[in-house]
C-alpha cells in the first residue's frame, strides 16, 4: 500500500468563514454523502478581550471527487461552553459519524489555565440536521482525566466495530519545563475506550496504545482508524515535546500501525508512508491526519505547514 | 429540632507556631477516632502570596477522646503533597476525608487548579495511608472522579462513607459559574456516587437535597451518619449572591433518608445556628458529625468559614 499525494485542496483564507475566523483549516474529518462530502475543520477567530486565540468548527462540502467546493459553511455549527465549562476556549477538533439515525459530533474542548495554557476533555454533540449543526448532551464532558491520565484528554475518534463504540484518543501524560526559562511543554500519548452507548466510556486507563518512536518525550496526537479487509490501520501524529513549532526535524510527522483484533498495536510508520515534500505547502510538517473511505476509495486528510494554518490537503491509497 | 449543646471553638490556626503552610483557615473538619485520641483532619492555608492568592493544604490535630476541646497534638507537615505542574491538585488539597480500610486510612479530597476565566477548579482526588493517617500516598496523579456531562466542574468537597458492603461518596457538583458584581462566583449542589472498590464510581446524577432559599442555592460539606434506622445528612447552605456576611451567608441544614438515595430536607430539624456573638455570630458551615463514647458530636465553622478555625457542638438526646 503507498499514499499518493493529491495537493492541497482547501485554503481558509480564500473563503468567508463565520465568526471572523480568517485563519487556519485544523483536522479535517470527513462525512461522506450520497453525492457530497462534507469536511469539518477547526478554524480560529480572535479574542477580544486577550488576543488569544478561539477555536471554532466549520464545515466546506466539497464533491465526491474531493476536487471542487460546493461551499462553506456560514453559521455556527456548535456554539462555544459556557463559562468555566471545559469547551469554552474552544472545539479542535470534532470527529462525526453516522449512528443510529444520527450524526454524532465528539468534541474536543480546550478551556485555558494559569499555570498551564490549556486543559482539554472530550465531549458529546449530537446533530439532527444532518450534520448541519450540533448541540451539546451536557454542559461537562463524556470522557475527562481520570487517577492514570491526568490532563488533557483529547483528539477524539469513535467509530463502532461490532455493538461496541471504539475511542481512540490522547491523553496528556503531565507537563514539563524544559528550560527554566520556557513555557510548560506537554506530552500526550494514544488511549483507548469502549462504550456500549457511546456517552458511557470505559478507559483502558493509561494504557499506551502505541508504542514510542522517538522516545518517552514524542507526544502523539489525532489517531484516526479504518479497516481495511480483515486488518484494522491506525493514522496518527507524533512530534518531539518541544522546540517542535518551527524546527522542521522535531515537528510532527505521520505514523501508522496495525492491529488484527483492536488490541495490540504494531507499529509501522513506513508501510503505508507518508513523508515532507521539499518546497510544498507540506514540506515542514505533516499533522492531523483523518483516514476515511469515499466511492471505494481510501482517503487521507492531513494538515501541513504551521499547523494546518493555510488548509489541509489530501492523498489516496494505491 | 435537635438540640446541639455549643462546646466553643476548638482549634485556632493562628495560636501555631513553626508551620509556614498553616497560617489561617482551619476549614471542614474529620474525624478518625483512636484508642487514646480522636484525629480531626482539616485544610489550611500559609499566607496569601503577592497577588493576594492562596494555596491550600491538609493537616491533622490530635485532641483528647475524654476531652475532645483539649488539644494534644498538631501534625509536623501537612498529609498529602500539592500536584505536580498542570495537575488537578496543583494549587491546594481541601477538603479532605477519610474512613479506615482494613489497616489502612483511605482519603478522598478536593484538588484546586487555577483558571484563566473562572478563578478555580476542583477536582476529586484519591490517596492511602498506612502510618495510621499520618502520611497519604496519592493513587494516581489524576482524579478518581472525573466530570460528567452533568457534572461539568466543581467537583469538591467530598465525604467518604462505607455502609454495608459498599462506597458512598456524598459531594458537591458545579451547576454554573454565576456573574455577581463583576466576578464569577460558583453554584454547586450535594450529589452521591456509590462503588464497590472506592475507585471505579457510578454517578446518581441527580441533585440529592432539594433547593430552598433559592434557585441558585448553593451546597456544600454533605456529611451523612447512621443512627437509629436512619441516615442523617448534615450540610450548609447560602445564596449565591452577597454571601460572604452574616445575612446570607452559610447556615447549617438537615435532610433524613432511609435509603440513602431519597432524601427529606427538613432545616427546622438541624438545631444548631449562628450564635448572637462570638467566633460564629455570622456563618456556621462545614458540619461534620461524628460519635465518640456513645455521644454524638458535630464539628463545624463559624465566621469567614473556618479563617480562625473550628469548633465543637455535642448533641443532647438523639438523632431520630
Given at each position: 500500500?503507498?499514499?499518493?499525494k493529491l495537493g492541497?485542496?482547501?485554503?481558509?483564507t480564500?473563503?468567508?468563514?463565520p465568526?471572523g475566523?480568517a485563519?487556519f483549516?485544523?483536522?479535517?474529518?470527513?462525512?461522506v454523502?450520497?453525492?457530497?462530502?462534507?469536511i469539518?475543520?477547526s478554524?480560529?477567530?480572535v479574542?477580544?478581550a486577550?488576543g488569544?486565540y478561539?477555536?471554532?468548527?466549520?464545515f466546506v462540502?466539497?464533491?465526491?471527487a474531493l476536487r471542487?467546493v460546493i461551499?462553506?459553511?456560514?453559521?455556527?455549527?456548535i456554539?462555544?461552553?459556557k463559562l468555566?465549562?471545559?469547551?469554552?476556549h474552544?472545539?479542535?477538533?470534532?470527529n462525526?459519524?453516522?449512528?443510529?439515525?444520527?450524526?454524532?459530533?465528539?468534541?474536543c474542548?480546550?478551556?485555558?489555565?494559569?499555570s498551564?495554557?490549556?486543559?482539554t476533555?472530550?465531549?458529546?454533540?449530537?446533530?439532527?440536521d444532518?450534520?448541519r449543526?450540533f448541540e451539546?448532551?451536557g454542559d461537562?464532558?463524556?470522557l475527562a482525566?481520570s487517577?492514570?491520565e491526568?490532563?488533557?484528554?483529547?483528539?477524539?475518534f469513535?467509530?463502532?466495530?461490532?455493538d461496541?463504540?471504539?475511542?481512540w484518543y490522547?491523553?496528556?501524560t503531565g507537563?514539563?519545563?524544559?528550560?527554566?526559562?520556557?513555557?510548560p511543554?506537554?506530552t500526550?500519548k494514544i488511549g483507548?475506550a469502549v462504550?456500549?452507548d457511546?456517552?458511557?466510556w470505559?478507559?483502558?486507563?493509561?494504557?499506551?496504545?502505541i508504542?514510542?518512536r522517538?522516545?518517552?518525550?514524542?507526544s502523539q496526537?489525532?489517531p484516526s482508524?479504518?479497516?481495511?479487509?480483515a486488518?484494522?490501520h491506525m493514522f496518527f501524529?507524533?512530534r518531539?515535546?518541544?522546540?517542535f513549532?518551527?524546527?522542521?526535524?522535531?515537528?510532527?510527522?505521520i505514523?501508522?500501525a496495525?492491529s488484527?483484533?483492536?488490541?495490540?498495536?504494531?507499529r509501522?510508520d513506513g508501510d503505508?508512508g507518508?513523508d515532507v515534500?521539499?518546497g510544498?505547502?507540506?514540506?515542514d510538517?505533516?499533522?492531523?491526519?483523518?483516514?476515511?473511505?469515499?466511492k471505494?476509495?481510501?482517503?487521507?486528510?492531513?494538515n501541513?505547514?504551521?499547523?494546518?494554518?493555510?488548509?489541509?490537503?489530501?492523498?489516496?491509497?494505491? | 429540632m435537635?438540640?446541639?449543646?455549643?462546646?466553643?471553638k476548638v482549634?485556632?490556626?493562628?495560636?501555631?507556631?513553626?508551620?509556614?503552610?498553616l497560617?489561617e483557615?482551619?476549614?471542614?473538619?474529620?474525624?478518625?477516632v483512636?484508642?487514646?485520641?480522636v484525629?480531626?483532619?482539616?485544610?489550611?492555608?500559609?499566607q496569601a502570596?503577592?497577588?493576594?492568592?492562596?494555596?491550600s493544604y491538609s493537616?491533622?490535630?490530635?485532641?483528647d477522646r475524654?476531652?475532645?476541646?483539649?488539644i494534644?497534638e498538631?501534625s509536623a507537615r501537612?498529609?498529602?503533597e500539592l500536584?505536580a505542574?498542570?495537575e488537578?491538585?496543583e494549587?491546594?488539597t481541601?477538603p479532605?476525608?477519610v474512613?479506615?480500610?482494613g489497616?489502612?486510612?483511605?482519603a478522598?479530597?478536593?484538588?484546586?487548579?487555577?483558571?484563566?476565566?473562572?478563578?478555580f477548579?476542583?477536582?476529586?482526588?484519591?490517596a492511602t495511608?498506612?502510618d495510621?493517617?499520618?502520611t497519604?500516598?496519592?493513587a494516581g496523579n489524576?482524579p478518581?472522579?472525573?466530570?460528567?456531562?452533568?457534572?461539568?466542574?466543581?467537583?469538591?468537597?467530598?465525604k467518604?462513607r462505607?455502609f454495608?458492603?459498599?462506597?458512598y461518596?456524598?459531594y458537591i457538583?458545579?451547576r454554573k459559574w454565576?456573574?455577581v458584581d463583576?466576578?464569577?462566583?460558583p453554584v454547586y449542589?450535594?450529589?452521591?456516587?456509590?462503588?464497590?472498590d472506592?475507585?471505579h464510581?457510578?454517578?446518581t446524577?441527580?441533585d440529592?437535597?432539594?433547593?430552598?432559599i433559592?434557585?441558585?442555592?448553593a451546597q456544600?460539606?454533605?456529611?451523612?451518619?447512621?443512627?437509629?434506622?436512619?441516615?442523617h445528612?448534615?450540610?450548609?447552605?447560602?445564596?449565591?449572591a452577597?454571601?460572604?456576611?452574616?445575612?446570607r451567608g452559610y447556615r447549617?441544614g438537615y435532610a433524613?433518608?432511609e435509603?440513602?438515595?431519597?432524601?427529606?430536607?427538613d432545616?427546622s430539624k438541624a438545631?444548631?445556628?449562628?450564635?448572637?456573638?462570638?467566633w460564629?455570630?455570622?456563618?456556621?458551615?462545614?458540619?461534620?458529625?461524628?460519635?465518640?463514647?456513645?455521644?454524638?458530636?458535630?464539628?463545624?465553622?463559624?465566621?469567614?468559614?473556618?479563617k480562625?478555625?473550628?469548633?465543637?457542638?455535642?448533641?443532647?438526646?438523639?438523632?431520630?
Amino acid at each position: 500500500m503507498k499514499w499518493k499525494k493529491l495537493g492541497k485542496i482547501f485554503d481558509p483564507t480564500k473563503f468567508d468563514l463565520p465568526g471572523g475566523c480568517a485563519e487556519f483549516a485544523q483536522s479535517p474529518q470527513a462525512l461522506v454523502f450520497d453525492d457530497f462530502v462534507r469536511i469539518y475543520f477547526s478554524t480560529r477567530s480572535v479574542d477580544k478581550a486577550n488576543g488569544k486565540y478561539l477555536s471554532h468548527v466549520a464545515f466546506v462540502d466539497m464533491n465526491d471527487a474531493l476536487r471542487e467546493v460546493i461551499g462553506v459553511s456560514r453559521h455556527t455549527v456548535i456554539g462555544l461552553g459556557k463559562l468555566g465549562c471545559f469547551d469554552e476556549h474552544g472545539i479542535f477538533p470534532m470527529n462525526v459519524l453516522r449512528h443510529g439515525g444520527r450524526v454524532l459530533g465528539y468534541t474536543c474542548g480546550w478551556s485555558r489555565r494559569v499555570s498551564v495554557s490549556v486543559d482539554t476533555a472530550i465531549g458529546l454533540a449530537v446533530s439532527r440536521d444532518d450534520g448541519r449543526t450540533f448541540e451539546r448532551i451536557g454542559d461537562g464532558p463524556v470522557l475527562a482525566a481520570s487517577l492514570r491520565e491526568p490532563c488533557l484528554v483529547g483528539d477524539p475518534f469513535v467509530r463502532v466495530f461490532g455493538d461496541v463504540h471504539h475511542m481512540w484518543y490522547i491523553f496528556g501524560t503531565g507537563w514539563k519545563k524544559f528550560s527554566p526559562d520556557a513555557a510548560p511543554d506537554r506530552t500526550y500519548k494514544i488511549g483507548h475506550a469502549v462504550s456500549d452507548d457511546g456517552v458511557n466510556w470505559v478507559k483502558e486507563e493509561g494504557r499506551r496504545i502505541i508504542e514510542d518512536r522517538l522516545g518517552a518525550d514524542e507526544s502523539q496526537a489525532l489517531p484516526s482508524v479504518i479497516r481495511i479487509g480483515a486488518t484494522y490501520h491506525m493514522f496518527f501524529c507524533y512530534r518531539q515535546s518541544h522546540d517542535f513549532r518551527t524546527n522542521r526535524e522535531r515537528s510532527y510527522r505521520i505514523g501508522h500501525a496495525r492491529s488484527d483484533d483492536l488490541v495490540d498495536w504494531t507499529r509501522n510508520d513506513g508501510d503505508p508512508g507518508l513523508d515532507v515534500t521539499e518546497g510544498d505547502w507540506d514540506s515542514d510538517m505533516l499533522c492531523y491526519p483523518h483516514v476515511f473511505e469515499c466511492k471505494g476509495k481510501v482517503y487521507l486528510l492531513y494538515n501541513g505547514n504551521e499547523f494546518g494554518r493555510y488548509g489541509f490537503g489530501l492523498a489516496v491509497l494505491e | 429540632m435537635f438540640k446541639w449543646k455549643k462546646l466553643g471553638k476548638v482549634f485556632t490556626p493562628q495560636d501555631i507556631e513553626g508551620r509556614s503552610w498553616l497560617k489561617e483557615f482551619a476549614q471542614a473538619p474529620c474525624a478518625l477516632v483512636f484508642e487514646r485520641f480522636v484525629r480531626i483532619y482539616f485544610s489550611c492555608r500559609p499566607q496569601a502570596d503577592a497577588k493576594g492568592q492562596y494555596v491550600s493544604y491538609s493537616a491533622y490535630v490530635d485532641v483528647d477522646r475524654a476531652d475532645p476541646t483539649k488539644i494534644l497534638e498538631v501534625s509536623a507537615r501537612p498529609i498529602l503533597e500539592l500536584g505536580a505542574l498542570g495537575e488537578f491538585d496543583e494549587f491546594g488539597t481541601y477538603p479532605v476525608s477519610v474512613a479506615r480500610s482494613g489497616g489502612e486510612v483511605r482519603a478522598y479530597y478536593g484538588g484546586w487548579t487555577r483558571c484563566e476565566s473562572v478563578p478555580f477548579n476542583v477536582a476529586i482526588g484519591f490517596a492511602t495511608s498506612r502510618d495510621e493517617g499520618r502520611t497519604f500516598t496519592k493513587a494516581g496523579n489524576g482524579p478518581v472522579l472525573p466530570y460528567t456531562p452533568d457534572e461539568p466542574f466543581v467537583l469538591g468537597g467530598p465525604k467518604i462513607r462505607f455502609f454495608g458492603d459498599t462506597w458512598y461518596l456524598w459531594y458537591i457538583a458545579g451547576r454554573k459559574w454565576k456573574v455577581v458584581d463583576g466576578r464569577p462566583e460558583p453554584v454547586y449542589k450535594i450529589r452521591m456516587a456509590s462503588s464497590p472498590d472506592g475507585i471505579h464510581w457510578s454517578k446518581t446524577n441527580r441533585d440529592l437535597v432539594e433547593s430552598r432559599i433559592e434557585e441558585d442555592e448553593a451546597q456544600a460539606s454533605p456529611d451523612v451518619f447512621y443512627c437509629n434506622g436512619r441516615y442523617h445528612m448534615f450540610f450548609c447552605y447560602r445564596y449565591s449572591a452577597r454571601f460572604r456576611g452574616r445575612e446570607r451567608g452559610y447556615r447549617i441544614g438537615y435532610a433524613s433518608s432511609e435509603d440513602l438515595t431519597h432524601w427529606v430536607r427538613d432545616d427546622s430539624k438541624a438545631g444548631i445556628d449562628v450564635s448572637d456573638e462570638g467566633w460564629d455570630s455570622e456563618m456556621v458551615s462545614y458540619p461534620h458529625v461524628f460519635e465518640l463514647d456513645e455521644r454524638i458530636y458535630m464539628a463545624y465553622l463559624g465566621n469567614q468559614v473556618g479563617k480562625h478555625g473550628f469548633g465543637l457542638a455535642r448533641l443532647e438526646g438523639t438523632l431520630n
